[in-house]
């Protein structure tokens, strides 16, 4: 499986006639551009032979909200627990589309995630998304 730029999001050796089992994709921001993930340009069902898959995606007017990694347009605690998520067991299973430094460290990791959840409680006043 690759995503529409080459990257390479997974590889799996399936027994002829099984099917491909898909990672978890998200739409994505490229710039200031959002791009809503559409599918894959092939099947992968029923493989009888070495095939790419890639993702498709559709080029939308709607911007992206910094936070709201769950696409929701709702910045909330789940958004913070997707986060945590991504930090603890990588970008293949939980994907983000966004900047995450939210702290601003210069790293992404559960600090960033606890950061959201202040900003979550507590509002942009005291903890301000920076990214």
Not at 23 to 40: A, R, T
Not at 65 to 71: K, P, V
Not at 88 to 106: A, I
């Amino acid at each position: 499986f690759k995503d529409d730029d080459g990257t390479v999001l997974d590889t799996q050796t399936i027994l002829k006639g099984k099917d491909a089992v898909a990672p978890k994709m998200l739409d994505k921001y490229v710039g200031s551009n959002y791009y809503e993930f559409q599918g894959w340009d092939i099947p992968y069902t029923n493989v009888s032979s070495n095939l790419t898959v890639t993702a498709v995606y559709k080029k939308s007017v709607v911007e992206y909200i910094l936070g709201d990694l769950n696409n929701n347009i709702t910045i909330e605690t789940n958004d913070a627990i997707y986060l945590l998520y991504h930090v603890m067991l990588g970008e293949n299973k939980y994907p983000v589309n966004q900047p995450t430094d939210y702290n601003g460290d210069g790293k992404v990791d559960t600090n960033d995630a606890i950061y959201l959840l202040y900003h979550v409680m507590l509002g942009n006043d005291k903890y301000p998304l920076k990214g």
